[in-house]
């Protein structure tokens, strides 16, 4: 039977690119290792957080399997001799936690499958590769003329999200590239409409994006054919990678950070914008732009992965982006992440944080004006320029483009409104998304604040102060009762008199009978 009739539906509710924190909560020593107790969070939702119990030895087989990044992370050494003393314990469990801060604040370990299998088993427990090779295998069903060659073993970053290097069995020289995925938590496509438009993609072309050969869909997955390129994507130029090699080897520690010349940081820079215009202008939302999502093609950048907005995935950049509410519409989002990857292509690295406060020298300060736009604290709280503005900067606006292939992408009518509601319903969870950030922001602000030792010192004194006031008040109050009392006391007021001596009688209200 046909790939698309046989396999059942689905979507995955679960965003991937949401951060996890983790923290331990406590130890317990048993006979011969101590176990730690650990607190998972997803997102800043205390509700969604659960437990999870890791032993020394489960860390230590983590930090094996990510050596492969090339990072020297900070596992506390083993001991064999007093691993059981009460300090020791105390001060390894300190240890542990620097290296979950390590590697869940660090953007690409903390998306790789190997850490969240780590810190969320129940979520993440699947074969995700054996999932796409049944996929793959049902599409040969109906598609005999391909043949996978080998798994492309975790050259890209997503966890659901799989590619085999595949030939024609007529051609046999010819490489080709297969990647599978299914669906993510923003596809809000109709089946019908999803699976008509992902066939659309083959039909697209334009100078600067990646022909699609052939693309193909069921209820709950996506499937394409590209040609494979030996050069590889412009992230690998930049960090001097091969392509077919994994996505932690490649980019986590490169060797040599080092830049790309002015001209082609003007002209790759030029042909992005192009093609993000092309796509803005058809009503094609993106969303995913990065150094990894842009074929290098001799000296022409193509653009890759138009079907992941389809799929409903989440962007590389979102746990980024979504901390900035003035970034809420997908051409914005695309202008910020062009903002990540111009970063990249200067200065041969992405940035450490952002916003950036301080741009380090670039090639030119034509450069620095686009950074300054895209990635820089005043940029992120006002609003990302349109792809149209940043075309007439003048790092852009002089590079000369010689093509003469004719951009055709035929949408129909009913597609296209299909589109727009997708994209609004995409924009729509983002905002919310920011929203409830923002007011968690404002929430931990606030206590971080109360709770400061300086806000202490200064309810102390305000307490003290009010204390003072009070005393005075009172005192006055009852000199003010002294001399009222004096004065009824010397004129011919008709209140009956007491003689200073005598009690005052006790009202009957303040003594009720039995």
Same mark, same amino acid.
């Given at each position: 039977?046909?790939?698309?009739?046989?396999?059942?539906?689905?979507?995955?509710?679960?965003?991937?690119?949401?951060?996890?924190?983790?923290?331990?909560?406590?130890?317990?020593?048993?006979?011969?290792?101590?176990?730690?107790?650990?607190?998972?969070?997803?997102?800043?939702?205390?509700?969604?957080?659960?437990?999870?119990?890791?032993?020394?030895?489960?860390?230590?087989?983590?930090?094996?399997?990510?050596?492969?990044?090339?990072?020297?992370?900070?596992?506390?050494?083993?001991?064999?001799?007093?691993?059981?003393?009460?300090?020791?314990?105390?001060?390894?469990?300190?240890?542990?936690?620097?290296?979950?801060?390590?590697?869940?604040?660090?953007?690409?370990?903390?998306?790789?499958?190997?850490?969240?299998?780590?810190?969320?088993?129940?979520?993440?427990?699947?074969?995700?590769?054996?999932?796409?090779?049944?996929?793959?295998?049902?599409?040969?069903?109906?598609?005999?003329?391909? &043949?996978?060659?080998?798994?492309?073993?975790? +050259?890209?970053?997503?966890?659901? /999200?799989?590619? #085999? *290097?595949? =030939?024609?069995? !007529?051609?046999?020289?010819?490489?080709?590239?297969?990647?599978?995925?299914?669906?993510?938590?923003?596809?809000?496509?109709?089946?019908?409409?999803?699976?008509?438009?992902?066939?659309?993609?083959?039909?697209?072309?334009?100078?600067?994006?990646?022909?699609?050969?052939?693309?193909?869909?069921?209820?709950?997955?996506?499937?394409?054919?590209?040609?494979?390129? &030996?050069?590889?994507?412009?992230?690998?130029? +930049?960090?001097?990678?091969?392509? /077919?090699?994994? #996505? *932690?080897? =490649?980019?986590? !520690?490169?060797?040599?950070?080092?830049?790309?010349?002015?001209?082609?940081?003007?002209?790759?820079?030029?042909?992005?914008?192009?093609?993000?215009?092309?796509?803005?202008?058809?009503?094609?939302?993106?969303?995913?732009?990065?150094?990894?999502?842009?074929?290098?093609?001799?000296?022409?950048?193509?653009?890759?992965?138009?079907?992941?907005?389809?799929?409903?995935?989440?962007?590389?950049?979102?746990?980024?982006?979504?901390?900035?509410?003035?970034?809420?519409?997908?051409?914005?989002?695309?202008?910020?992440?062009?903002?990540?990857?111009?970063?990249?292509?200067?200065?041969?690295?992405?940035?450490?944080?952002?916003?950036?406060?301080?741009?380090?020298?670039?090639?030119?300060?034509?450069?620095?004006?686009?950074?300054?736009?895209?990635?820089?604290?005043?940029?992120?709280?006002?609003?990302?320029?349109?792809?149209?503005?940043?075309?007439?900067?003048?790092?852009?606006?002089?590079?000369?483009?010689?093509?003469?292939?004719?951009?055709?992408?035929?949408?129909?009518?009913?597609?296209?409104?299909?589109?727009?509601?997708?994209?609004?319903?995409?924009?729509?969870?983002?905002?919310?998304?920011?929203?409830?950030?923002?007011?968690?922001?404002?929430?931990?602000?606030?206590?971080?604040?109360?709770?400061?030792?300086?806000?202490?010192?200064?309810?102390?004194?305000?307490?003290?102060?009010?204390?003072?006031?009070?005393?005075?008040?009172?005192?006055?109050?009852?000199?003010?009762?002294?001399?009222?009392?004096?004065?009824?006391?010397?004129?011919?007021?008709?209140?009956?008199?007491?003689?200073?001596?005598?009690?005052?009688?006790?009202?009957?209200?303040?003594?009720?009978?039995?």
């Amino acid at each position: 039977m046909a790939f698309m009739e046989k396999l059942p539906a689905g979507k995955v509710l679960l965003d991937d690119t949401v951060p996890l924190t983790a923290a331990i909560e406590a130890s317990q020593s048993l006979q011969s290792h101590t176990e730690y107790i650990i607190r998972v969070q997803r997102g800043i939702s205390v509700e969604n957080s659960w437990q999870i119990v890791r032993r020394y030895s489960d860390f230590d087989l983590l930090n094996n399997s990510l050596q492969i990044a090339g990072l020297s992370l900070p596992l506390p050494p083993k001991k064999l001799i007093g691993n059981m003393d009460r300090e020791f314990i105390a001060e390894r469990q300190k240890g542990l936690q620097n290296y979950l801060n390590v590697i869940t604040t660090n953007h690409i370990l903390s998306n790789c499958e190997l850490v969240k299998k780590f810190l969320d088993p129940n979520n993440y427990s699947a074969n995700y590769t054996e999932i796409a090779l049944q996929h793959v295998s049902m599409f040969f069903r109906s598609e005999p003329k391909w &043949e996978v060659v080998e798994p492309l073993k975790d +050259i890209g970053w997503r966890i659901r /999200k799989k590619y #085999f *290097l595949m =030939k024609i069995k !007529n051609q046999p020289k010819e490489r080709l590239v297969l990647s599978w995925a299914d669906l993510g938590p923003d596809k809000y496509l109709s089946d019908k409409d999803f699976q008509c438009l992902i066939k659309l993609l083959p039909s697209c072309l334009h100078p600067y994006i990646y022909r699609v050969t052939f693309a193909t869909a069921n209820e709950s997955s996506a499937l394409l054919i590209r040609m494979f390129n &030996e050069k590889g994507t412009l992230k690998d130029l +930049i960090y001097k990678a091969k392509p /077919k090699d994994p #996505f *932690l080897k =490649k980019y986590c !520690n490169p060797k040599k950070v080092q830049g790309l010349e002015l001209q082609q940081i003007k002209t790759y820079g030029r042909q992005v914008l192009e093609v993000l215009k092309f796509l803005h202008d058809k009503g094609f939302p993106y969303g995913h732009l990065h150094a990894s999502n842009v074929m290098l093609d001799g000296d022409t950048c193509r653009l890759l992965d138009l079907e992941n907005s389809l799929l409903g995935l989440p962007s590389f950049y979102r746990s980024y982006f979504s901390q900035f509410r003035k970034i809420n519409t997908l051409e914005s989002v695309d202008v910020h992440c062009f903002g990540h990857l111009l970063y990249e292509m200067t200065y041969g690295r992405p940035p450490d944080s952002v916003p950036v406060d301080s741009f380090p020298p670039a090639p030119s300060m034509a450069v620095v004006a686009v950074l300054e736009s895209t990635l820089s604290c005043e940029a992120c709280k006002n609003g990302m320029p349109t792809v149209s503005r940043l075309l007439q900067m003048p790092l852009f606006s002089d590079v000369l483009l010689t093509t003469s292939e004719k951009p055709q992408f035929k949408i129909p009518t009913k597609l296209k409104e299909a589109l727009r509601i997708a994209k609004e319903c995409i924009e729509k969870r983002l905002i919310e998304e920011q929203k409830q950030i923002h007011q968690h922001r404002r929430l931990t602000r606030a206590q971080s604040h109360h709770g400061s030792e300086e806000e202490r010192k200064r309810r102390k004194i305000l307490a003290r102060k009010k204390s003072k006031r009070s005393a005075v008040e009172n005192n006055e109050e009852h000199s003010a009762k002294y001399s009222n009392s004096n004065n009824s006391a010397g004129s011919g007021a008709s209140s009956p008199l007491t003689s200073p001596s005598s009690p005052t009688p006790p009202s009957t209200a303040e003594h009720a009978p039995f």
